[in-house]
């Protein structure tokens, strides 16, 4: 049985310094006015009382706030980077998604576990079937950030499995499934910690640092022979957390998802790179195909293909029997047909 496709959908936000992690409440607060803070959109830092709403859910869409002078403000997403009380901690300014309409819309979402890889909570209102009836139902979706990115929309959440290889026990845990949704953020929490105190926090925030700051987009990594895998790259997974910068750094870029297909034993069957500019979706970058089998053994490639910037494609496409012989190559030249490689 094949297990899900890793999907991980993220914008680019304001870089995070991680020098440690938090882990948020988990817990929904009651109903009344609470010693906090909101962060603007300036950066500044306005300290007063946070009013929770009987529904907790309305603090996805907007909050209240009384400063100083007892003066109330009512913020929405896109006047605040974060508000926080009773260590609650809420980002704004932040794309989600639901099922009821509209499908995406500016939200606040909880912060539950700060650190290299932050995990957020989106509460809704939606309209449920109740035979021939529509009924308003509560609902929750999560969403996982890293490094200098931060959520998008993801309605399912899905293994973290890229980002969290290189600490097996966390490996085991999320690819496996030996969890429940509420022990995620200890999961994360751990995971974050485990990075902080081993030397793999220096070299991930480096190249997080580094690819954040490059402001390379799509066009020009592709010009400067970045956009495919290439011998810099350790590894293929390596490189699929470096190309997703190039793609925040484009004009008109909404989200990106990468597309990680495993078998059970955790194995790479399908994995490529799909973006959203500005409305239009479209493969990017190297994409790699495997024969699945039913042994232990590392899988062997089946096919590699390669889109440039404008989801065309381009250079070498080929195909590989299960001995790794090649049986069919292609060239193209930005989504043209060549005979020879460029």
Not at 56 to 68: A, M, P, S, T
Not at 81 to 109: D, V
Not at 268 to 292: D, E, S
């Amino acid at each position: 049985m094949k297990k899900p496709k890793l999907l991980l959908f993220v914008i680019v936000a304001i870089s995070l310094n991680i020098k440690g992690q938090v882990l948020f409440n988990q817990e929904k607060i009651t109903q009344g006015n609470y010693s906090g803070y909101v962060v603007t959109t300036n950066q500044d830092t306005l300290y007063g009382k946070i009013i929770v709403p009987i529904s907790f859910y309305n603090l996805c869409k907007e909050v209240e706030f009384i400063d100083k002078n007892n003066q109330t403000t009512t913020y929405y997403p896109e006047d605040l980077l974060a508000f926080h009380f009773e260590n609650t901690h809420f980002i704004g300014n932040s794309w989600a998604y639901a099922q009821s309409s509209p499908y995406y819309r500016k939200s606040f979402l909880q912060q539950l576990v700060d650190g290299f890889i932050g995990y957020y909570r989106y509460i809704y209102l939606e309209l449920a079937s109740a035979g021939p009836l529509l009924v308003p139902k509560l609902s929750e979706d999560f969403y996982y950030s890293y490094g200098s990115l931060k959520p998008d929309y993801l309605q399912l959440f899905k293994e973290l499995i890229i980002l969290t290889q290189d600490r097996p026990e966390t490996f085991d845990t999320l690819l496996n499934k030996k969890f429940i949704r509420e022990d995620m953020p200890k999961i994360l929490y751990n995971y974050n910690s485990w990075v902080i105190s081993s030397s793999r926090i220096s070299e991930k925030m480096k190249l997080d640092s580094i690819y954040a700051s490059s402001k390379l987009n799509l066009e020009t990594a592709f010009k400067n022979s970045m956009l495919f895998l290439n011998k810099s790259d350790p590894d293929i997974y390596s490189y699929y957390l470096r190309i997703p910068y190039y793609a925040s750094h484009t004009p008109g870029f909404q989200s990106y998802a990468i597309y990680d297909d495993r078998d059970e034993l955790g194995r790479t069957l399908l994995i490529g790179l799909k973006v959203n500019i500005a409305g239009k979706f479209f493969k990017t970058g190297t994409w790699r195909f495997y024969y699945p089998n039913d042994g232990k053994a590392s899988l062997q490639l089946k096919k590699e293909e390669h889109y440039d910037f404008n989801g065309k494609k381009h250079g070498v496409f080929t195909s590989y029997n299960t001995n790794g012989e090649i049986t069919k190559t292609e060239f193209y030249d930005q989504g043209k047909p060549t005979k020879k490689a460029l």
